[in-house]
């Protein structure tokens, strides 16, 4: 299995930043394979449905929702198997817990195609 933590959460106002960090640990390669390969950043409102943010293969091909592209940005540093979202231009409806997950079949920002999920980190935008 592999564990995720994640971290960087926190409140700020309307317009600020936060960059959210999420290390991967355990057994990161089976087969051969590297199981962090593909990894994303997910979020869920209070009443709401999980949604996929952001989206990385390897440390390069990356995908974004609609609502935060060219204010989020997904990054990996490989050799440390820690992800990132660094989240500028923050607007109240940003408000939610995030989740990275792994272990994922393919770019996608679908909660069901990824198995391995971190605890998550609220974040908190006040206007």
């Known amino acids: 299995q592999v564990q995720l933590v994640d971290s960087g959460g926190g409140s700020v106002q309307a317009g600020g930043s936060l960059r959210l960090s999420c290390a991967a640990s355990?057994?990161?390669?089976?087969?051969?394979?590297?199981?962090?390969?593909?990894m994303a950043w997910f979020r869920q409102a209070p009443g709401k449905e999980r949604e996929g943010v952001a989206a990385?293969?390897?440390?390069?091909?990356?995908t974004y929702a609609d609502s935060v592209k060219d204010r989020f940005t997904i990054s990996k540093d490989g050799a440390l198997n820690t992800l990132y979202l660094q989240m500028n231009s923050l607007k109240p409806e940003d408000t939610a817990m995030y989740y990275c997950?792994?272990?994922?079949?393919?770019?996608?920002?679908?909660?069901?195609?990824?198995?391995?999920w971190g605890q998550g980190t609220q974040v908190t935008v006040s206007s």
């Open positions: 997950a792994t272990m994922g079949r393919t770019l996608s920002l679908l909660a069901s195609d990824y198995h391995s």
């Open positions: 355990g057994h990161t390669v089976s087969s051969g394979m590297d199981r962090t390969h593909y």
């Open positions: 990385i293969e390897g440390v390069g091909r990356t």
